[in-house]
C-alpha cells in the first residue's frame, strides 16, 4: 500500500497502464554530475553480423546508473582495439575519462561467442606515459567467457556490474528486475502485473485481471512476488512464483488486505489487515498462515515494511494526528516515531545498509521522495515531480523507483539517493505504478 492513493483511499485502489516495448529510459536532470568513461565498441570477429553489440547495453546501463556519463563515440581517440596490448597511451593523454572499456566477440561454436573484455585505469595510464611502465599495470580488470546470441544483453549487464564495482566500490545493480503494475482501461482485463529487467527490457506479464492489481513486493530470492488482487471482488493477499506461475492465497479476511511485505528470510510477511476494525499491523506466516497482531491502536496503521535486521518493521500510522513515519521493536512491542517534519510522511522503507529511510513527504501540499539519515536525522527532499509516491529502493542502495505524474499520465521515474540524478521511464500508452526493484539475481 505504497501509493498516495492507496492512502488516501485505504483499500481500493486502482492502476492502469499498457504494457508496451521496453520501458525508454529519459534521463532528465545530473548528466553534468557524471564521471566520464570511454566505452569503445567491441570488436566483432565473425563473417556474419554480431548479434548485439554489447558496448550498447554497457553504455546505457553506466549512463543511466547517473554515476558515469559514457563519452561520444566520435571523441574516441582509439576505436577497433579490443585489448590493453593495443591501447595507445599517447593517444589517450588528452581524453577527460577515468577508465576505458573495450572487448571482442567472434563465432565459437553453434549458438556460441567467445567474449573479452577489458577494463583499462585511464588515469593511472595518463599519469605514467612516459615512463617503462608496462601496459599490464593499467589492466583493472579483464574476463573472458561463452555466451549465446540470446545472453548477449545479460552478460553486457554483467560487465556494467564489474566495471561498476571497480571503480565505485559499490556491487552494480543492472541484473536485477522491476515489478510494477500497469492498467488500460480500454482493455477487457485493463490490470496488469508486469516484471522486467531493471530497464524495461524482457518484459513480462504475470498476470492480468479486470480487477485492480496492486502493491507487488520481492522475496528476498527474488523468485516470488506477493501483491494485492481484488480478481474476487474483494483485497486478498498472493503470492506467486514467477517462474512456475504457482500461488498461494496467503490472506483473505474481511476488509483490507494489502501491503505485503516479505521478512528478510522471505517465510513471513508483514500486512495490513482490517479484520478487528481498524488497519493494523500482522505478520503473517506464508506457510502456516499463523497470524501475529504487531500494532494495535485507534488510528489507521499500514505500509509496513521491514528494517534489515528483520527485527523491526517501519510503518505509517496516524496515531500523532497525521500519517507520520514509526518503528516498532517486534519482541518487544515498542514504538518510536521516526518523522517530524513535513505535513504528512508515509510508505517507508530502509535503505539496504540501514543508514537511510526513504519516503513519501508532503510539504505545503506537495507529495515528493524523501530521504532521511537515520543517524542525523537530517532529511532531503530527493524529487520536485508531482505526486510522487511508491519509492522503491535498489538493492545497492543506490537509486529508488517510484510512481510520478507526467503530462497526465501514470509514470515510473527514478532519482539518486543524493538527489543529483533523475530519470523517467515512460511507456507507450496507459499508466504504471506500484513499482518494485528486486533484490540482486
Request: hydrophobic content about 40%; overall charge neutral.
Amino acid at each position: 500500500m505504497k501509493t498516495l492513493g492507496k492512502w488516501l483511499i485505504l483499500g481500493l485502489m486502482f492502476c492502469t497502464v499498457p504494457a508496451k516495448a521496453a520501458l525508454d529510459i529519459v534521463i532528465t536532470e545530473g548528466v553534468d554530475a557524471a564521471r566520464p568513461i570511454a566505452v569503445i565498441p567491441f570488436v566483432w570477429q565473425g563473417a556474419t553480423p554480431m548479434p548485439q553489440q554489447i558496448s550498447d547495453v554497457v553504455m546505457s546501463d553506466l549512463a543511466r546508473s547517473g554515476t558515469f556519463k559514457p563519452i561520444e563515440e566520435l571523441g574516441l581517440p582509439q576505436r577497433n582495439i579490443s585489448s590493453v596490448a593495443n591501447f595507445d597511451v599517447k593517444a589517450w593523454s588528452s581524453v577527460a575519462a577515468e577508465a576505458v572499456v573495450m572487448g571482442s566477440v567472434k563465432p565459437f561454436g553453434p549458438d556460441q561467442y567467445l567474449v573479452n573484455f577489458e577494463l583499462i585505469d585511464l588515469v593511472k595510464a595518463q599519469m605514467q606515459s612516459s615512463g617503462p611502465t608496462s601496459k599490464s599495470e593499467y589492466l583493472i580488470d579483464s574476463r573472458e567467457t561463452v555466451i549465446t546470441a540470446a545472453q548477449f544483453r545479460q552478460y553486457g549487464h554483467r560487465i556494467s556490474d564489474i566495471v561498476y564495482e571497480k571503480l565505485t566500490g559499490i556491487r552494480g545493480a543492472f541484473l536485477t528486475r522491476i515489478a510494477y503494475v500497469v492498467v488500460d482501461h480500454q482493455d477487457k482485463s485493463p490490470y496488469k502485473l508486469m516484471i522486467a529487467d531493471y530497464d524495461g527490457y524482457n518484459e513480462q506479464m504475470l498476470l492480468r485481471s479486470p480487477e485492480p492489481l496492486m502493491s507487488p513486493a520481492w522475496s528476498p530470492d527474488a523468485r516470488r512476488l506477493a501483491y494485492v488482487s481484488f480478481e474476487n471482488k474483494k483485497a486478498e493477499i498472493f503470492v506467486q512464483d514467477i517462474y512456475t506461475q504457482q500461488r498461494t492465497k496467503v490472506t483473505s479476511f474481511s476488509g483490507i488486505n494489502g501491503a505485503p511485505s516479505f521478512s528478510p528470510d522471505g517465510k513471513k510477511l508483514a500486512v495490513t489487515l482490517s479484520k478487528d476494525g481498524q488497519p493494523e499491523v500482522y505478520v503473517v506466516d506464508i506457510e502456516t498462515k499463523a497470524i501475529k497482531r504487531v500494532t494495535n491502536h485507534y488510528a489507521i496503521d499500514t505500509e509496513a515494511s521491514w528494517t534489515p535486521d528483520g527485527k523491526s518493521l517501519i510503518f505509517t500510522s496516524e496515531r500523532g494526528g497525521r500519517p507520520q513515519l514509526y518503528q516498532v521493536t517486534l519482541a518487544s512491542g515498542k514504538v518510536a516515531r521516526l518523522t517530524f517534519e513535513g505535513e504528512w510522511n508515509l510508505g517507508g522503507s530502509i535503505s539496504p545498509d540501514g543508514r537511510s529511510m526513504v519516503f513519501v513527504n508532503r510539504t505545503n501540499g506537495k507529495f515528493n521522495i524523501a530521504r532521511m539519515d537515520l543517524e542525523t536525522r537530517f532529511m532531503q527532499v530527493l524529487t520536485s515531480t508531482r505526486l510522487d509516491e511508491s519509492p522503491s529502493i535498489a538493492p545497492n542502495g543506490t537509486m529508488v523507483i517510484y510512481g510520478t505524474t507526467y503530462q497526465g499520465k501514470q509514470v515510473l521515474a527514478a532519482v539518486s539517493m543524493d538527489g543529483r540524478f533523475k530519470a523517467r521511464l515512460p511507456v507507450g500508452q496507459g499508466e504504471v505504478k506500484s513499482p518494485a526493484w528486486s533484490p540482486f539475481l
